[in-house]
């Protein structure tokens, strides 16, 4: 799912290259990861990833910090740390000097929950043809009653 490499360079600098794979749904929106997958991704510690990241114990939205890791906004401050994919990269890039970034976009596979809301759809479009099919036949027969009314006049 993630990859991280980190390899050194002949001159003793090291010359970082991070290949990010993001799962998202196939909603237009982007799946948010969590502190496991950050950390999986940036190739850090946990420590570290949570030294990153734009948090105050007094403040549970602090403002946007263009140093830190931000995290999507929580309702809670028991609410789960979840960060943007994109946030991520930039992160990356910027702050700890990742060279090359690429962030992939895939259809996560279906889980069971996907499969169950897909069928729910697939019998609400049923439904729905149903009710479109009857409401035609309502409007066929007052049609038909008229043009009978029509000749018997």
């Known amino acids: 799912m ?7 360079g002949t ?9 990010k794979v993001f799962n998202t749904a196939s909603s237009s ?16 510690s946990r420590a570290s990833v949570y030294r990153y990241t734009n948090t105050d114990t007094r403040n549970l939205n602090p403002p946007f910090n263009p140093r830190k890791l931000n995290t999507e906004f929580r309702s809670d401050q028991k609410d789960q740390l979840l ?17 090359e970034v690429t962030v992939e976009i895939f259809n996560s596979p279906s889980s069971e929950t996907q499969n ?5 759809l697939e019998e609400l479009r049923i439904i729905r ?7 035609d036949k309502n409007h066929n027969i007052p ?4 043009d009978t009314d029509r000749k018997a006049a």
Do not use: C, M, Y
């Not at 993630?2 to 050194?8: A, E, I």
């Not at 929106?29 to 850090?44: A, P």
């Open 11 to 19: 001159n003793g600098r090291s010359e970082e290259s991070v290949d």
């Open 29 to 44: 929106s982007d799946t948010l990861l969590t502190i496991d997958e950050v950390q999986k991704t940036l190739n850090r």
């Open 2 to 8: 993630f990859k991280g490499s980190v390899n050194s």
């Open 83 to 99: 960060f943007h994919p994109n946030e991520v990269a930039r992160f990356a890039k910027d702050i700890l000097r990742i060279k």
């Open 129 to 135: 043809n149903k009710l479109d099919d009857q409401s």
């Open 116 to 120: 169950i809301l897909n069928a729910i």
């Open 143 to 146: 049609n038909h009653l008229q």
